[in-house]
């Protein structure tokens, strides 16, 4: 069976219209990913007083932020899969013992 074609997609940000492409079992999540995108980058924006970002910029800063919260994110994560590695490795340690 053929793999399914991409579909164009209309997404709305500050609102301004984009379209993209993606394949069809994705169009729900590219859509929640844009809403929360706005969401986002107007938060950002209105926290901004004084300062005049201009949509480049704006998108620029609310990257860095998305990507430093995705590298803490990666990290917990790495912390949280190591300890359960070593609770792991304990209960095996104590059900060996008591076998």
Sequence with gaps: MADPAPVEVEI???????RLVCLPEK??????????LDEYM??????????VFSIEKLAIAVAVNLIGEL????????TFSERAD???DRVH???????
Excluded: C, P
């Design 42 to 51: 107007r938060e950002m924006r209105e926290s901004q007083t004084g300062d």
């Design 12 to 18: 709305q940000i500050l609102q301004r219209s984009y």
């Design 93 to 99: 340690a104590f059900t060996s013992k008591t076998s």
């Design 71 to 78: 590298k803490q994110h990666q990290e917990q994560l790495s």
């Design 27 to 36: 169009v729900e999540s590219l859509q929640e990913s844009a809403r929360n």
């Design 86 to 88: 070593q609770l792991k």
